[in-house]
């Protein structure tokens, strides 16, 4: 492997979305991605389809678990069964990391709370994702993304209207649980090459889709403003958003006077208008900024007018569907499209992970990204290999001092 957590074990109990995407951010990363899954059935997302590539019975796979599980390797384990137990705290006691997104005390009742996993391994890295958090009056509450897109607000926030909330195309608190769980990861094991103990890192769905209310946010705990959803233009920018044009539609911004007076210039609109000469005059007359460009636009094929505003120096842009983003050059130039060979399913293009990284010097940057990409794994494919590792020399591996240090002595609840 090779990546800046090269050398990183990481034991990934996750399901779902949320967890297993952070453990394939941390696995993209060059860390090693140990995937325990339920005997039988595996992660839950296995079987979330269509679309499958192969057709039902055995060896069949979702798409959808190929979105979230890259770069592991899946062994399966029974969790009440005292000999899998057994392999787990083996797991524990070499691993860095722990991921788990049970619902919150489910792990200590199999007798794996975070008292037990630490005594098992100080140096433990311990990632907990919930719904809504550990504690509080709903903590126990199961987490699932569209009803927490409801409840955190974000749906009040997007679609056509206030009375037309919509969520967002892809699970986003799932995905942005696992983003901010895996940079607490990473900023626990920073702190671990301090201290030499690891610690406890909890996010949830909740705790996500809040943490990116960003203006939204403190338009309501500053100003007392609480908005609403209102469609594709911007709350506090005008013009941005979506226009419609001859046979189509273009995206443009207008973030800055300057970009403002630009694209009057190239328009023939007179910039300081009445009404129309700040910011803030715009986004209180939004709709007739809205009426004024799409007036100018009608006759104006899309390619035509994207042309006309880059030649202006305006930000603007397509909507593209998905076939078109992954045919767009510049997202091939950026590695958002891998290639794997699939045991079962053969060649994959998946989509590819976001960070890049780059050694200076004196003749140029070199790139030192992961190249070496491993498809989502087979339910339970490296069972056999990961045992006979487990049995092999614990030479380096932390083990337990004093009593009660097992599962078995007591601990479980």
Same mark, same amino acid.
């Given at each position: 492997?090779?990546? @800046?957590?090269?050398?990183?074990?990481?034991? $990934?109990?996750?399901?779902?979305?949320?967890?297993?995407?952070?453990?394939?951010?941390?696995?993209?990363?060059?860390?090693?991605?140990?995937?325990?899954?339920? @005997?039988?059935?595996?992660?839950?997302?296995?079987? /979330?389809?269509?679309? %499958?590539?192969?057709?039902?019975?055995?060896?069949?796979?979702?798409?959808?678990?190929?979105?979230?599980?890259?770069?592991?390797?899946?062994?399966?384990?029974?969790? &009440?069964?005292?000999?899998?137990?057994?392999?787990?705290?083996?797991?524990?006691?070499?691993?860095?990391?722990?991921?788990?997104? %049970?619902?919150?005390?489910?792990?200590?009742?199999?007798?794996?709370?975070? $008292?037990?996993?630490?005594?098992?391994?100080?140096?433990?890295?311990?990632?907990?994702?919930?719904?809504?958090?550990?504690?509080?009056?709903?903590?126990?509450?199961?987490?699932? $993304?569209?009803?927490?897109?409801?409840?955190?607000?974000?749906?009040?926030?997007?679609?056509?209207?206030?009375?037309?909330?919509? &969520?967002?195309?892809?699970?986003?608190?799932?995905?942005?649980?696992?983003?901010?769980?895996?940079?607490?990861?990473?900023?626990?094991?920073?702190?671990?090459?301090?201290?030499?103990?690891?610690?406890?890192?909890?996010?949830?769905?909740?705790?996500?889709?809040?943490?990116?209310?960003?203006?939204?946010?403190?338009?309501?705990?500053?100003?007392?403003?609480?908005?609403?959803?209102?469609?594709?233009?911007?709350?506090?920018?005008?013009?941005?958003?979506? %226009?419609?044009?001859?046979?189509?539609?273009?995206?443009?911004?207008?973030?800055?006077?300057?970009? /403002?007076?630009?694209?009057?210039?190239?328009?023939? %609109?007179?910039?300081?208008?009445?009404?129309?000469?700040?910011?803030?005059?715009?986004?209180?007359?939004?709709?007739?900024?809205?009426?004024?460009?799409?007036?100018?636009?009608?006759?104006?094929?899309?390619?035509?007018?994207?042309?006309?505003?880059?030649?202006?120096?305006?930000?603007?842009?397509?909507?593209?569907?998905?076939?078109?983003?992954?045919? /767009?050059?510049?997202?091939?130039?950026?590695?958002?499209?891998?290639?794997?060979?699939?045991?079962?399913?053969?060649?994959?293009?998946?989509?590819?992970?976001?960070?890049?990284?780059?050694?200076?010097?004196?003749?140029?940057?070199?790139?030192?990204?992961?190249?070496?990409?491993?498809?989502?794994?087979?339910?339970?494919?490296?069972?056999?290999?990961?045992?006979? /590792?487990?049995?092999?020399?614990?030479?380096?591996? @932390?083990?337990? $001092?004093?009593?009660?240090?097992?599962?078995?002595?007591?601990?479980?609840?």
């Amino acid at each position: 492997m090779s990546g @800046p957590l090269d050398g990183v074990l990481v034991v $990934d109990l996750t399901r779902a979305l949320a967890g297993p995407h952070a453990g394939m951010m941390l696995g993209d990363l060059g860390a090693r991605v140990i995937k325990v899954e339920s @005997p039988g059935s595996g992660d839950d997302s296995r079987g /979330w389809g269509p679309p %499958f590539v192969q057709p039902e019975g055995a060896g069949r796979e979702s798409t959808y678990f190929f979105s979230a599980n890259r770069n592991k390797e899946s062994i399966t384990l029974d969790l &009440k069964d005292d000999a899998d137990k057994q392999v787990l705290t083996e797991l524990v006691r070499r691993a860095d990391v722990l991921l788990e997104n %049970f619902r919150p005390g489910t792990l200590a009742r199999l007798g794996f709370g975070t $008292d037990v996993l630490a005594e098992l391994n100080p140096r433990l890295v311990q990632l907990s994702i919930s719904g809504f958090g550990h504690d509080g009056p709903e903590g126990q509450r199961a987490g699932y $993304d569209q009803i927490a897109q409801g409840e955190a607000g974000l749906m009040s926030l997007t679609g056509s209207g206030p009375e037309d909330p919509q &969520k967002v195309g892809v699970p986003i608190g799932d995905l942005l649980a696992g983003m901010y769980g895996a940079y607490g990861v990473l900023a626990a094991l920073l702190e671990r090459e301090r201290t030499g103990v690891g610690q406890v890192v909890r996010t949830s769905l909740l705790a996500a889709v809040v943490g990116v209310h960003a203006f939204q946010g403190t338009a309501y705990t500053v100003a007392g403003q609480v908005n609403r959803g209102q469609g594709n233009h911007h709350p506090s920018i005008a013009p941005y958003g979506l %226009f419609r044009c001859a046979g189509g539609s273009v995206q443009l911004s207008c973030g800055s006077e300057g970009l /403002w007076r630009r694209l009057c210039t190239e328009f023939g %609109f007179d910039p300081d208008a009445e009404g129309l000469a700040t910011n803030g005059e715009r986004v209180g007359n939004r709709n007739r900024v809205i009426e004024l460009l799409e007036t100018a636009f009608a006759e104006i094929p899309a390619e035509e007018l994207l042309a006309r505003l880059a030649a202006a120096g305006v930000p603007a842009g397509k909507v593209r569907t998905l076939d078109e983003v992954y045919a /767009w050059e510049q997202t091939l130039s950026q590695g958002l499209a891998i290639s794997v060979d699939h045991p079962t399913a053969g060649p994959l293009t998946l989509p590819g992970p976001p960070l890049r990284f780059f050694a200076p010097g004196t003749d140029g940057e070199t790139e030192t990204t992961r190249r070496d990409h491993t498809p989502p794994p087979v339910l339970g494919a490296d069972g056999e290999a990961i045992r006979r /590792w487990l049995s092999g020399p614990t030479e380096g591996v @932390p083990q337990p $001092d004093g009593e009660g240090a097992d599962v078995e002595d007591g601990h479980a609840t």
